[in-house]
């Protein structure tokens, strides 16, 4: 009877590398790295070429062709409500037409299944469609900015893209955040957010994995 219950056992235990596969942890979404290079700081960020693939790589094409390079982070939104500092920083090209690339399809948090989170990088847009070289850093969690299906609005039906999160250097988009704005500077609902001095982007960069042993 042992010898049987024993077999039996055997039968029902799955192999070995069948519960070895079962313990492994789900694998993380691909990310790629990039460091900016600001005259603030060093501001670290992680693209969601996996979840985001046509925002994130749109971002990396402005990276790898040296299109940020020498531009500027040129606003700073405060607001008084939340956890603070709450708010963006913005930067990019700022239709320079020496550095912009066409706009690229819209791929709102619905689908990626990001969100506008502290640290969020979100690309500035019009229209849903239209986002090319101006990204924003969010500073405190910003969901509102999210897709809403159901809004009215097609901007708020579609929301941001949200293509990437900081990773290190928060406290220099903080500190960027805090700048002095000038009250003249900007137009319409941006006037009063434009940084007095902008902030340059020396350089963008891929940040290469470090080499395993």
């Keep these: ?29 691909a990310r790629t790295m ?25 971002f990396l094409r402005y990276v790898d062709e040296d299109r ?7 606003r700073a939104m405060k607001l008084d409500w939340g956890d603070q500092p709450n708010g963006l920083i913005q930067g990019g090209t ?32 019009g229209e849903p469609g239209t986002a090319n070289g101006d990204f924003s850093i969010f500073l405190q969690d910003s969901t509102g900015m999210d897709a809403d299906p159901k809004s009215d609005d097609p901007v708020w039906r579609n929301g941001y ?12 988009v903080q500190a960027i955040h805090a700048m002095p704005t000038d009250p003249d500077k900007g137009e319409g609902w941006m006037k009063g957010q434009m940084l007095a001095q902008p902030v340059k982007i020396v350089e963008a960069r891929r940040l290469e994995p470090a080499a395993s042993d």
């Design 68 to 74: 940020f390079d020498g531009t500027v982070f040129y």
């Design 1 to 29: 009877m042992k010898r049987l219950l024993a077999a039996a056992l055997v039968i029902l235990a799955p192999p070995l590398s069948a519960q070895e596969e079962a313990a492994l942890p789900p694998a993380e979404p």
């Design 161 to 172: 893209a949200v293509f990437g999160y900081v990773t290190d250097g928060m406290e220099v």
């Design 94 to 125: 700022q239709w320079d037409p020496d550095r912009v690339l066409p706009g690229i399809p819209h791929e709102p948090t619905t689908v990626t299944g990001l969100s506008h989170t502290k640290g969020a990088l979100s690309m500035a847009m």
């Design 34 to 58: 990039v460091v900016l290079q600001t005259t603030a700081g060093d501001i670290t960020v992680a693209l969601e070429t996996e979840r985001a693939p046509i925002t994130a790589g749109n």
